[in-house]
């Protein structure tokens, strides 16, 4: 399957600590991008990173991108409850398609 | 306001009963796609397309059609829908492809009995 793999699959922690979330997948990727998840409702895009960058920052979000390892991370500083979502990587694999990794269900308690 | 819409939200049909999804983005992006969301699988693309009357399959195409008619709309059809298509279903368009942000709409749950 070219489908993502996320760790962890559930991660709890409390407020103002960081989250860390990874992704590894298996295929050359042009980019590689994050969404957040609200219980079942539509999907939010967060960051974008592409094949030739490492690393990417927006607000309290950063993203590394290891092509040599087909992984990514997504580090969320400073958490707050309104965090808590789940949260998928994204990848474009060929032409048109894209993958999602199976996501990680992050709980943030205030 | 920028948006993709989708109706409708939830649908109760019968198998074998021919269903229609409409998904709509006011954004003149070119790329749209289909995804559904399973438990303990996550999304997974059905169809998608990149400009009108241009659409080839995801990883999850069988059950589903879909058109492109004109470049706001792409509807999902189920010709003879089954209970294993019992999902959440997501629309998502974006500028030019999968190297730009997707825009997703809000979900079709579909129960099919």
């Known amino acids: 399957s070219q489908q993502g793999e996320e760790d962890p699959q559930a991660l709890s922690i409390q407020e103002g600590e960081n989250a860390t979330m990874n992704c590894s997948y298996k295929t050359s990727i042009n980019n590689l991008q994050w969404y957040r998840q609200n219980s079942g409702r539509g999907l939010v895009h967060l960051i974008l990173i592409r094949s030739n960058e490492r690393e990417k920052h927006s607000g309290r979000l950063r993203v590394t991108l290891d092509t040599s390892k087909k992984s990514s991370s997504l580090l969320i500083t400073a958490s707050r409850a309104a965090d808590t979502a789940s949260y998928f990587c994204v990848f474009g694999t060929s032409y048109g398609k894209l993958t999602f990794g199976q996501g990680t269900i992050l709980t943030v308690h205030p | 306001e920028a948006q993709v819409t989708q109706n409708p939200r939830y649908l109760i049909t019968v198998t074998g009963k021919k269903l229609t999804v409409t998904c709509s983005q006011n954004?003149?992006?070119?790329?749209m796609s289909w995804y559904r969301q399973d438990p303990g699988l996550g999304l997974r693309q059905i169809y998608y397309?990149?400009?009108?009357?241009?659409?080839d399959k995801g990883d999850v195409p069988e059950g589903y059609k879909v058109s492109r008619k004109e470049k706001r709309n792409f509807p999902l059809i189920l010709e003879s829908p089954s209970p294993n298509q019992t999902s959440l279903y997501f629309c998502a368009s974006s500028y030019q492809g999968i190297g730009y942000e997707q825009y997703f709409g809000p979900g079709t749950r579909l129960t099919v009995t």
């Open positions: 954004m003149n992006h070119e790329y």
């Open positions: 397309s990149m400009n009108v009357e241009v659409t």
